[in-house]
């Protein structure tokens, strides 16, 4: 059977890969799936053909049965924590997240807010292939699209109302926000406003060309970002990706600090913060040695797991811990709701900020010292695959985690090289305690991957 969802959803190039009839039908699987009678939210981010996606997929679920109720354009984790809030059956959302512009995805969401877990992604796909369609009367096509406008206010309130909004507006923090022209402008100025923050936006308005920088945000993407954070005197700086679940974190200084680090130290925050909380975080193969260095010795445990969210998000829930994570920036605070989260993430951030009553950049200095490198290699999953294989023999003599791709542990650093679940690229992250070493080895592995 073929296989339509991805990493994180179903993903391709607007009109060229991911068609309004691919969307239609992914509609009509998704309502059979669900069942008639359900209540739905749909929303999507800025990218180009999103409302075009959207109504498609709308008229799929409505073709099935479902009652759907437009939440226009919100940040994912909005979407998903109003889903369950207000009390949806799921949620459907038109997004590509950090993929590059011309892309544009189908991501669904079950009722308790967080997205499908695997199985369930199976049984939508039986039912798209084998087109078992369930299809109303004529006579029960009835009613139309609702609006639901409480989707941000929900939001915003819901953060708010998990940090001490005092401290935060005692210090007088100002925040450079950079929500790469999408949809992280709808929520994150309006949370931080309420916390007492002065904020200065770059790449504030809506635009799917995403103009002022590519919706992934990297050490490449950010770095105007980064300039610009010192330039205006910036506390601390958070650029997110394409739909806002993702952030990452500038300090005052115009460091760029990869969301693992933030992780870090908010999971050390949240330590003191839920004292009940099970000492345990969970986080992806993809991140840093540094993480299990900096929080073992508070007696916190690292749960290492596959790359993607999804599973990351699931098993918080079902065991408990105090955060989930991915280097990449996507960071879960269970309390608010188990997804990744850009304007959560950043209200814990300036807590933790005004708690330790120390400036941003040093908080990072807190942390173990690694020198980061990731690049990205383009080609197909199966060359992908056959690249990893060699990487595995190469280093065959070193510690390897071969949960995902394979991640090679050394002396003084460490690499993972995977197949991207969401694009034809191999990814390649190098960590080693001098920046000249982690660039020969990254140099060393883009040769070896090459040969496939
Ligand atoms: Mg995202």
């Given at each position: 059977m073929g296989r339509l969802f991805g990493t994180d959803g179903v993903r391709g190039v607007v009109n060229e890969e991911l068609t309004p009839e691919l969307a239609l039908r992914l509609g009509e699987a998704v309502?059979?799936?669900?069942?008639?009678?359900?209540?739905?939210?749909?929303?999507?981010?800025?990218?180009?053909?999103g409302e075009m996606i959207r109504n498609a997929v709308v008229a799929g679920l409505r073709s099935a049965g479902v009652e759907v109720w437009d939440a226009g354009l919100a940040p994912t984790p909005a979407i998903q924590y109003a889903t369950k809030k207000l009390g949806y059956d799921g949620a459907v959302i038109i997004t590509a997240s950090h993929n590059p512009p011309q892309y544009n995805g189908i991501k669904v969401v079950a009722g308790d807010g967080v997205e499908i877990p695997r199985s369930t992604e199976r049984e939508i796909e039986e039912i798209f292939f084998e087109s078992r369609f369930r299809r109303l009367g004529w006579k029960e096509l009835s009613g139309s699209v609702g609006r639901e406008d409480r989707v941000l206010k929900t939001y915003v309130d819901g953060i708010v109302g998990l940090v001490d909004r005092e401290a935060i507006a005692s210090w007088g923090f100002k925040v450079l926000v950079d929500p790469a022209n999408s949809v992280g402008a709808l929520a994150l100025p309006q949370v931080l406003r309420r916390l007492g923050v002065r904020v200065v936006t770059?790449?504030?308005?809506?635009?799917?060309?995403?103009?002022?920088?590519?919706?992934?945000?990297?050490?490449?993407?950010?770095?105007?970002?980064?300039?610009?954070?010192?330039?205006v005197g910036a506390d601390l700086a958070v650029g997110t990706d394409g739909d806002a679940d993702r952030?990452?974190?500038i300090d005052e200084k115009g460091n760029i600090h990869w969301g693992d680090r933030s992780a870090a130290l908010l999971a050390g925050h949240l330590a003191e913060k839920e004292p009940g909380a099970p000492r345990r975080v969970y986080t992806a193969v993809s991140s840093s040695g540094l993480v299990e260095e900096y929080l073992k010795p508070?007696?916190?445990?690292?749960?290492?797991?596959?790359?993607?969210?999804?599973?990351?998000s699931r098993r918080l829930m079902e065991e408990g811990g105090l955060c989930g994570f991915e280097e990449n920036g996507g960071f879960m605070y269970p309390r608010h709701h188990p997804v990744r989260d850009?304007?959560?993430?950043?209200?814990?951030?300036?807590?933790?900020?005004?708690?330790?009553?120390?400036?941003?950049?040093?908080?990072?200095?807190?942390?173990?010292?690694?020198?980061?490198?990731?690049?990205?290699?383009?080609?197909?999953?199966d060359?992908?695959?056959?690249?990893?294989?060699?990487?595995?023999?190469?280093?065959?003599?070193?510690r390897q985690v071969t949960i995902d791709g394979v991640r090679?542990?050394?002396?003084?650093?460490?690499?993972?090289?995977?197949?991207?679940?969401?694009?034809?690229?191999?990814?390649?992250?190098?960590?080693?305690?001098?920046?000249?070493?982690?660039?020969?080895?990254?140099?060393?592995?883009?040769?070896?991957?090459m040969k496939a």
């Open positions: 309502g059979t799936w669900l069942g008639p009678d359900k209540r739905v939210l749909v929303g999507r981010d800025v990218r180009a053909g770059l790449n504030g308005h809506l635009d799917p060309a995403f103009p002022g920088r590519e919706p992934e945000p990297t050490v490449e993407s950010l770095s105007e970002t980064a300039r610009v954070t010192v330039a952030s990452i974190f508070m007696g916190i445990d690292v749960v290492w797991m596959k790359v993607g969210s999804v599973d990351i850009a304007a959560m993430t950043t209200a814990l951030m300036l807590e933790m900020m005004a708690d330790e009553e120390e400036a941003a950049s040093k908080l990072f200095d807190r942390l173990p010292k690694y020198y980061p490198l990731k690049t990205k290699v383009p080609m197909t999953r060359k992908a695959l056959r690249a990893v294989n060699l990487v595995r023999e190469k280093y065959s003599d070193h090679v542990v050394g002396e003084d650093y460490w690499f993972l090289v995977r197949p991207s679940g969401t694009e034809p690229v191999l990814r390649i992250m190098v960590e080693a305690k001098s920046p000249d070493r982690a660039k020969r080895i990254a140099e060393e592995l883009k040769a070896l991957v």
